[in-house]
Each structure stands twice: as structure tokens, then as C-alpha cells.
């Protein structure tokens, strides 16, 4: 059974640098697109970044670009998340989910597996 688990959250202060990780079982990266996803209280689901099952393409949300970097290792089945000078702003629960095709996508309603979310929180 295809599942994806999330670690890697925590507190951190503004400036500060955490990596996410999810940990894929029941199917192997190079057949499935993964996102990584983000939801602040009060706010809907928004596309943080992704990674096309080839590895080849990536795509991120404007809000994180040149501060969050995505990628894969093959032998772990492990997709992570750095995330890198840190904002306030970047609080929500983040969650990484795999796509049924193999395009990298942005838009959370093309993903059909999701992870159960990890806490980041950015705070002074």
C-alpha cells in the first residue's frame, strides 16, 4: 500500500533552516511526481514545490524560490524539503503527497496520496 510519511518539523527561528523528509513506500519515486504542499490556520492547502518522477524538473511556489530547495534520494525512497532563511510566514503544516502521473505540478488537486503533515513553525 502506497504511503508517505513526513518528519523532519519543528520551531525555528526567523533566519533558521530546517529540512523536511518523505519517506515513500509501496511504489518507488521514478514512477510518481511528488509535491510538497503547506497549510497555515485559516488558509487553503498551497503548492510550496515539486519534483517530476524523472528528477528532472522542479517547480516552486514564488514565495520560496532561491530559499527552498527540493530533492530525492533513490536509495532511501526519500523526497526532501530544505528550507533555508526561514520566515515568518512559512508557519503551516507542510505535507508531501505523490501524484498519480509523473509531472511535476503545483496544484494540490492533481495529487491523490498524501503524508500526515509536519508542524513548522517560525517563530521569534
Known amino acids: 500500500q502506497l504511503q508517505l510519511v513526513e518528519s523532519g518539523g519543528g520551531l525555528v527561528q526567523p533566519g533558521g533552516s530546517l529540512r523536511l523528509s518523505c519517506a515513500a513506500s509501496?511504489?518507488?519515486?521514478?514512477?510518481?511526481?511528488i509535491g510538497w504542499f503547506r497549510q497555515a490556520p485559516g488558509k487553503e492547502r498551497e503548492g510550496v514545490s515539486c519534483l517530476s518522477a524523472s528528477g528532472a524538473r522542479t517547480n516552486y511556489a514564488d514565495s520560496v524560490k532561491g530559499r527552498f530547495t527540493i530533492s530525492r534520494d533513490g536509495a532511501k525512497n526519500t523526497v526532501y524539503l530544505q528550507m533555508n532563511s526561514l520566515k515568518l510566514e512559512d508557519t503551516a503544516i507542510y505535507y508531501c503527497a505523490a501524484a498519480p502521473g509523473t509531472s511535476c505540478s503545483t496544484d494540490p488537486s492533481l495529487y491523490n496520496y498524501w503524508g500526515q503533515g509536519t508542524q513548522v513553525t517560525v517563530s521569534s
Open positions: 509501496g511504489f518507488i519515486l521514478p514512477y510518481r511526481a
